[in-house]
């Protein structure tokens, strides 16, 4: 509603990083010395309770119009199960509190997008259909793409990713957003990579460079 959101302070994001563990082992992976820790219901509970009652001074219904309600990894979908029970919990407080956020909260998801059909991730797509953004980590094209973002058998993960994209599109009528990696590994593949990604009807292209070491000045040459 960006009408009614006029300043940026108008809505908070709360991020529930659901799991530290993944179904990917990409090459640039910046969370390789997680703990592999999952998050659960239990703990979750009160401070969505606190959040709800106006118990946190950041976020209160009185300095907050509007939430982003985000889910992060880790793969998040690896916890659809909890991501599934904390979104109910969620909208179903909100609808018994008559909650002002009620009407203006957002569900945003960043995936990988290789459990993206599993039945429990469709049926969840589904039910919260006209609240959900949805992100997928492409990196590009697939040379691009599998050059590092492999499975944990060392196999590329381009062909079901994309798979993802395009069902996506065709079954809720909207494109994911999309972010591409850029990686010493994989910057040969830039150029083309940007033609694919423009070549699937994207308009608006996001992308990061891997901050980790690694880097050499022939890389930024190539890169520039």
Request: hydrophobic share 35%; aromatic share 16%.
């Amino acid at each position: 509603y960006p009408e009614k959101f006029t300043q940026l302070a108008d809505v908070k994001t709360i991020t529930f990083q659901v799991t530290e563990n993944c179904c990917l082992n990409c090459s640039y992976c910046y969370q390789v010395h997680a703990a592999n820790a999952d998050m659960d219901f239990d703990t979750m509970k009160p401070f969505i309770d606190d959040l709800l009652n106006d118990r946190f001074e950041a976020a209160t219904t009185k300095n907050t119009q509007g939430v982003i309600w985000e889910f992060i990894g880790g793969e998040p979908f690896m916890m659809i199960d909890l991501i599934t029970q904390i979104t109910d919990y969620i909208f179903d407080t909100m609808t018994e509190k008559n909650h002002p956020w009620l009407f203006f909260s957002r569900v945003s998801i960043s995936t990988n997008g290789i459990l993206y059909f599993d039945p429990r991730v469709q049926a969840y797509l589904n039910k919260y259909d006209d609240f959900i953004g949805l992100g997928i980590s492409l990196d590009g094209s697939k040379e691009l793409h599998d050059a590092c973002r492999l499975d944990l058998y060392g196999q590329g993960s381009y062909d079901r990713v994309i798979k993802a994209v395009h069902h996506y599109k065709k079954t809720f009528r909207r494109m994911p957003t999309i972010k591409m990696t850029f990686s010493p590994e994989n910057i040969r593949f830039l150029y083309e990579s940007y033609l694919s990604v423009i070549g699937e009807g994207y308009v608006t292209l996001f992308g990061n460079c891997v901050y980790e070491e690694g880097w050499t000045e022939k890389d930024a040459t190539i890169l520039y």
